[in-house]
T-cell receptor
């Protein structure tokens, strides 16, 4: 079965501390993984995708096939990073994304 | 400005009263989709459409209908809303030129069914 698990509903860290939002997936094929972010009163938007191997707003995410994970990391959290983060997997169908339940990240000053 | 527009932003209705949430995109995208967002459940897909007159069920289609008569519009119809359809709804679109092209989301419709 295809599944995305974000084990933390809420993650709270202090400004300047490292952040890691966990994402684990279940998929037998070669996955494509994404992180989407929803800032307060804004639309959901793509943050990054594993295929691009990019760093956006200081965030990176590495696909670990052995651990079936795609954790989102940032070395030094900023207050503006407070948002809802969703991990998503594109599985068998090119057009459907399978979504995790989301993690609410709160950065404390 | 390229965007997905949903209306209304907020809607309160009563059980059984038919309603329509509109969604329009100006990017000439083939693919459009409806999601509902519930606490602890994340985003769940209701219906999607890969092009005009082509629609298909997502994970939670019960109680919903959609239509795709034109490329830009993809309305979500609740023929007889029930309280368990109280949720935050998002419309999204994407071109089909590449499988990993990003989704563009609307700003959401908060629906309350009393």
């Amino acid at each position: 079965a295809q599944r995305v698990t974000q084990p933390e509903k809420l993650l709270s860290v202090f400004k300047g501390a490292p952040v890691e939002l966990k994402c684990n997936y279940s998929y037998s094929g070669s996955p494509e993984l994404f992180w989407y972010v929803q800032y307060s009163r804004q639309r959901l938007q793509l943050l990054l995708r594993h295929i691009s191997r990019e760093s956006i707003k200081g965030f990176t995410a590495d696909l670990n096939k052995g651990e079936t994970s795609f954790h989102l990391k940032k070395p030094f959290a900023q207050e503006e990073d407070s948002a809802m983060y969703y991990c998503a997997l594109r599985g068998d169908s090119n057009y459907q994304l399978i979504w995790g339940a989301g993690t609410k990240l709160i950065i404390k000053p | 400005e390229a965007q997905v527009t949903q209306n209304p932003r907020y809607l309160i209705t009563v059980t059984g009263k038919k309603l329509t949430v509109t969604c329009s995109q100006n990017m000439n995208h083939e693919y459009m989709s409806w999601y509902r967002q519930d606490p602890g459940l994340g985003l769940r897909q209701i219906y999607y459409s890969m092009n005009v007159e082509v629609t298909d069920k997502g994970d939670v289609p019960e109680g919903y209908k959609v239509s795709r008569k034109e490329k830009r519009n993809f309305p979500l119809i609740l023929e007889s809303p029930s309280p368990n359809q109280t949720s935050l709804y998002f419309c999204a679109s994407r071109g089909q030129t590449a499988p990993n092209e990003k989704l563009f989301f609307g700003s959401g419709t908060q629906l309350s069914v009393l």
